[in-house]
């Protein structure tokens, strides 16, 4: 079972051994919607990649966002939006620049490339910017789950039909597969049989999405409600 | 091939993956088999009832219905299975004049009288197969009706 983003924040605060592993873990789940943020702010490359380092650096690292964060207090995806949206008031506020270097060096390297091709191609705010790239980090995450489960289970099929039909297409905007070609790259006997395969997996896939959201949010407010406001950010963009 | 990144809006299609099946699992999969076909459409209901829908669309949506009637995952995706699997056939009949099913009569007329008195369907393809009975009837009067109050749910193999 994949544990919740509360559960992990917990896990941070309780002092655990695997402290540093799991914070690791949160802090590559969504370096990449704290980058977009500052991006859509009108930062270039660099200094966006130097916020960042700095925001995680500081703010998660030091000052320990995530061992003082209070499940009660509501989306896990608020906080952290609002965290930062204090944390550049203040970096705005600075008088004098300052390289910003963490205690221990870099927490990470940040891969941008991706983030800056689809903040060229489409104008975001940075609340959309930060959902965006927010929802594709619970989107990858799925689909990862996903392919390891179905590889598991024998339904590589499955998945690789799923995935040339629909979630390449949808992720990478490659071109959608045609069915024959499926059907003869997988050996399959007819259309429709791989028509179904790709609704079984797409199916699982959506389950496995809201609980993925579920994670992100208290006890106290349903997966849909967020979904909800997942969905009304991203189209309002 | 190049990568693109995904738009906002393909974000959001996949999010409403999330949405549609947790409200209604099953038609959300008739619906999805239903814009593969046709990525215009948004449900199988609008697949099966626009009129831009071709001849060739029909049948394969009655191929993946079928197997969706046969192997669904589920008791209600097989019901939904059978009822689109005759809606797809009525439609036929209806848009285009054709008969895309080698069943007989008496299995058309069972076929399209389940869907017609399922209330759980949408009520326009319900209306799809009453026009459909109304063909077949043109064409074989002495049709028989099926036993009163025990509807056949399914289409007979073909």
Redesign the interface.
């Known amino acids: 079972m994949p544990k919740t983003d509360w559960s992990m924040i917990g896990q941070v605060a309780g002092g655990e051994e695997a402290q540093a592993a799991v914070l690791e873990q949160l802090v590559r789940r969504y370096w990449g919607a704290v980058y977009a943020y500052i991006r859509a702010s009108g930062h270039d490359v660099h200094t966006s990649a130097d916020l960042t380092q700095g925001f995680i650096a500081e703010v998660v690292l030091s000052r320990g966002l995530f061992e003082s964060a209070d499940q009660l207090r509501g989306r896990f995806r608020s906080l952290l939006m609002s965290a930062l949206q204090n944390y550049l008031r203040q970096e705005y506020r600075r008088t004098s620049a300052q390289k910003r270097q963490p205690v221990s060096g870099p927490p990470m390297s940040l891969d941008t490339a991706q983030i800056d091709e689809q903040m060229e191609s489409a104008k975001h705010s940075p609340e959309s910017a930060f959902t965006a790239q927010w929802t594709l980090a619970l989107v990858n995450r799925v689909v990862d789950r996903l392919r390891r489960e179905c590889r598991v289970e024998g339904l590589e099929t499955h998945w690789d039909v799923f995935e040339h039909r629909v979630i390449r297409p949808m992720l990478e905007g490659v071109e959608v597969l045609p069915y024959p070609a499926l059907v003869e790259r997988f050996n399959l006997d007819y259309t429709a049989q791989a028509a179904t395969m790709m609704v079984s997996i797409k199916r699982r896939f959506a389950r496995e999405l809201m609980n993925e959201i579920a994670n992100t949010v208290p006890k106290n407010i349903p997966p849909e409600d967020e979904l909800t406001a997942l969905l009304h950010d991203l189209e309002r963009a | ?22 409200s209604q ?1 099953a038609m ?2 008739a619906d ?2 239903a814009c ?1 076909i046709d990525d215009r459409c948004n449900s199988a209901a609008d697949l099966l009832l626009s009129e831009q829908t071709t001849l060739i669309q029909l049948r ?1 949506a009655k ?2 219905f ?3 009637r046969i ?1 669904g ?1 589920t008791p209600a995706d097989r019901r939904i299975g059978a009822r689109l699997y005759a809606a797809s056939i009525a439609a036929g009949l209806v848009r285009h004049n054709e008969r895309i099913s080698r069943q007989s009569n008496r299995a058309l007329y069972r076929g399209f009288s389940a869907l017609l008195n399922d209330r759980r369907m949408p009520n326009n393809l319900r209306d799809l197969a009453g026009m459909a009975l109304c063909v077949l009837k043109q064409q074989q009067p002495t049709l028989e009706q099926t036993p009163d109050g025990i509807p056949s749910l399914e289409i007979d193999d073909e």
């Open positions: 091939m190049t990568k693109k990144p995904p738009s906002d809006e393909r974000l959001a299609r996949i999010l409403r993956w999330a949405m549609e099946s947790s699992p959300a999969a999805w088999l593969d394969q191929s993946v079928k197997t969706m192997v995952e």
